[in-house]
């Protein structure tokens, strides 16, 4: 039968999971990193998905499917978590982490967690290097992790102004290793700031090679300069 169906576009997707939460059904999986349909007759043409899609991936089209099995969605919720093909990281909290996702590329612009959030701004190395992540920095504040050297900055300058513009962020902390090239994060949120053009508290914290916490943070203002 033709009927009303969603469509995954798999170039805009970023596996983000958040359809997957939105869907009561269970109709969609994370499988190599991108969102699917599982199975036609799983999905009721409604678009729950829809609005939590932050790339815009997902459409309402027509076209020859299954009809919709209420009771086989039943029966298939009954013995499958959501959780079971993504990452499971996803839907469970670890230690003090308070959101997902938390890749600075994958972060919905105007998620519901950013609003009023303290930012943990942190090189993807820094958790793995200081045994003291969790429990110094990470609490009461809201994480978003990238790679200042192998990420593509010029893309997360316009991501950052956005969340800055669209969020009523109350502070940002730099968390970076002491390896130059790990300053570039902080140039990062620094033009982020600058060009969003709002005035929050910034912070630079620096974690060493054998991971110790060096302790010697500054302030810096928009224009990079350390405030003593």
């Not at 949120?189 to 991971?211: F, T, W």
């Amino acid at each position: 039968m033709k009927r009303k169906i969603i469509s995954i576009n798999q170039d805009k997707c970023n596996g983000c999971g958040l359809c997957m939460e939105a869907c009561h059904e269970g109709a969609i999986e994370i499988k190599d990193g991108k969102a699917k349909l599982i199975k036609d007759s799983y999905c009721d043409g409604l678009g729950d998905c829809l609005p939590a899609c932050p790339e815009d991936a997902i459409e309402i089209v027509e076209r020859e499917a299954e009809p919709f099995d209420a009771q086989a969605v039943k029966e298939h919720l009954a013995t499958t978590s959501k959780t079971s093909n993504c990452c499971p990281a996803a839907y469970q909290r670890a230690g003090s982490l308070k959101q997902w996702p938390i890749q600075l590329h994958l972060v919905p612009v105007e998620a519901e967690f950013l609003e009023n959030a303290h930012l943990l701004i942190a090189a993807d190395c820094t958790a793995f290097t200081c045994q003291e992540f969790h429990k110094s920095f990470l609490q009461d504040r809201i994480l978003l992790i990238a790679c200042p050297k192998l990420d593509n900055i010029e893309s997360y300058l316009g991501k950052l102004q956005a969340i800055l513009q669209n969020n009523q962020i109350q502070s940002v902390t730099i968390l970076r290793m002491t390896v130059p090239c790990c300053t570039m994060l902080t140039r990062l949120v620094q033009d982020s700031l600058r060009v969003a053009e709002v005035n929050v508290p910034l912070q630079e914290e620096v974690i060493g090679l054998d991971g110790s916490w060096l302790k010697n943070q500054k302030e810096v203002d928009n224009n990079g300069q350390h405030v003593l």
